[in-house]
């Protein structure tokens, strides 16, 4: 058989097989209706029984496409930038925009104005930190910068930031201004409020600690089972002491140790010794009860202000 005969039977039987396809569907419509109008005709019964037996077809509803937000610009917080631009800006000099310092901030802040220091002025700082930001629209930020001068002197800055909505891109749209530096909070009642006399719990953090901090012997002997708090290594320190012991649970200041499993939180105060002097440290512990002994069962527990774990 030629090609182009083997082309047309192929286009005929195809034709035939969609016919036949419609053709049945066709009665299957005819007998539904069919069905449908007898049960009409013999009751309510009949009628319910017909309509469960009618095939559906039912369509799924494409699934809908999750909505993109974005979130870049609003969590890009530019007070490393600003903090790098500042330190730039009080380093520059409109006298000689050609130094490493003025290039430096004049590219982080092109229409912004170079200081003019004075002739042998030391007003370099010595450190430059930022200490908050703050989102005053879309894409736009203040963060305030802290400059510490030599002998103590403390000034801070307001920086104004735009942010790109890529969140990658930042430029400095306006010149430092100088402004108060953050006011201190209230600081709510500390929730330690048991004091810990001497005995086995302040003796068994004070041998914790002498292994912690200045690898005296091993930190596994004085954990709770399952706990892992390596040493510090190197030993940052050659002596440790602890000063006070202070309780949120009546619990740690009882003469004996109480019933397995009891849990107590406590802050421990140290001092640490090096050959650079002596250093107050605090560390909150969480410790329980077991075999007549207290154990570590947790390192900087971090309490709630209300003396709930977090």
Known sequence: ????????????????????????????????????????????????????????????????????????????????YAQLFLSAWLRASADDATTAQSRLAQSMAPDVELPDPAAGAQSSPTSVTAVRSAQRGHGVWSVTVAVQYAGGRLRHYTVPVAVGASGAAFTVTGAPGVVPGPGRVAVPKSPYGVRVPEGALSSGVGEFFAAYLTDAGEVDRYLAPGVQIPALSPAPYTAVSVEQVSAVEEAAAADQVPADGTAVRV???????????????????????????????????RAAQDGSPR
């Open 1 to 80: 058989m030629s090609p182009g005969k083997q082309t047309t039977a192929g286009e005929g039987a195809a034709a035939m097989a969609a016919g036949a396809r419609l053709e049945a569907m066709r009665r299957r419509v005819h007998l539904s209706r069919l069905a449908l109008w007898t049960a009409i005709a013999a009751g309510p019964a009949a009628l319910a029984v017909a309509v469960a037996s009618t095939p559906t077809t039912v369509e799924a509803a494409p699934a809908a496409r999750p909505t993109a937000v974005h979130t870049a610009a609003a969590n890009a917080d530019p007070a490393g």
């Open 267 to 301: 802050l421990v105060r140290v001092e640490a010794q090096d050959a650079g002097g002596q250093w107050p440290l605090a560390y909150e512990l969480m410790l329980k009860a077991r075999s007549g002994r207290w154990e570590v069962a947790a390192l900087d527990s």
